[in-house]
């Protein structure tokens, strides 16, 4: 099946930095959204992008579907930001939604 | 209007017995899917439904079994609980197959 690939496993920012999160898939997919996980286990949408590039707010994405990866970008980041993000992709070829979800970047914003 | 909702928030439940979490979609979605998350690791897919029809199978045991009712709510069924079954369940909705996917805010099952 495809694998899905993120880095860095963690990250520590001071509040106001910027970052980079990466996320590598394996295989053509069909949907590629972003994650926030908060504290209390919810996921919450950022970014729908199985291509091209968006941008809400401080956050902003890519996906660059022929060479099988996306960015997440996180400007002047605040400790808000903090949690897991999630990096999950449903195959090209596939009947419905299966998402296979990527093992995650637990970032931490200290202030 | 109303998010991906689902019931219980939590639980805790015996070895060896039975539970049915419920997901309400949001209005109008068609699609719902389950998600087991275990502590320390990204969800693992469990079942779509999709107009009332299984439409994918993750590789859980058979003791894992779910359904989607006229209204497009759903219910994930375990039996015979093991310790191991102890994780957050997440569902998902959306309008279509394939479309952006939605989820509620999970119920953390305890198996002691």
């Known amino acids: 099946g495809i694998q899905v690939e993120q880095s860095p496993p963690d990250l520590i920012l001071q509040e106001g930095a910027n970052s980079t999160l990466r996320c590598n898939f394996s295989d053509s997919v069909n949907n590629l959204q972003w994650f926030h996980q908060n504290p209390w286990g919810q996921l919450i949408n950022l970014f729908y992008?199985?291509?091209g590039t968006k941008q809400n707010g401080r956050l902003s994405a890519t996906t660059v579907a022929t060479e099988r990866y996306s960015l997440l970008y996180i400007s002047s980041s605040q400790t808000t930001d903090s949690g897991v993000y999630f990096c999950?992709?449903?195959?090209?070829?596939?009947?419905?939604?299966?998402?296979?979800f990527g093992p995650g970047t637990r970032l931490s914003v200290l202030p | 209007d109303a998010g991906v909702t689902q019931s219980p928030t939590h639980l805790i439940k015996t070895r060896g017995q039975h539970v049915t979490l419920r997901c309400s979609p949001i209005s109008g979605h068609k699609s719902v899917s389950w998600y087991q998350q275990v502590l320390g690791q990204g969800p693992q897919f469990i079942f779509q439904y999709y107009e009332k029809e299984e439409r994918g199978r993750g590789n859980f045991p058979d003791r894992f079994s779910a359904r989607q009712f006229p209204n497009y709510s759903s219910e994930l069924n375990v039996n015979a609980l093991l310790l191991g079954d102890s994780a957050l369940y997440l569902c998902?909705?959306?309008?279509?197959?394939?479309?952006?996917?939605?989820f509620g805010q999970g119920t953390r099952l305890t198996v002691v």
């Open positions: 992008i199985p291509s």
């Open positions: 998902a909705s959306s309008l279509e197959r394939n479309t952006e996917a939605f």
């Open positions: 999950a992709v449903d195959r090209r070829d596939n009947y419905g939604q299966n998402f296979v």
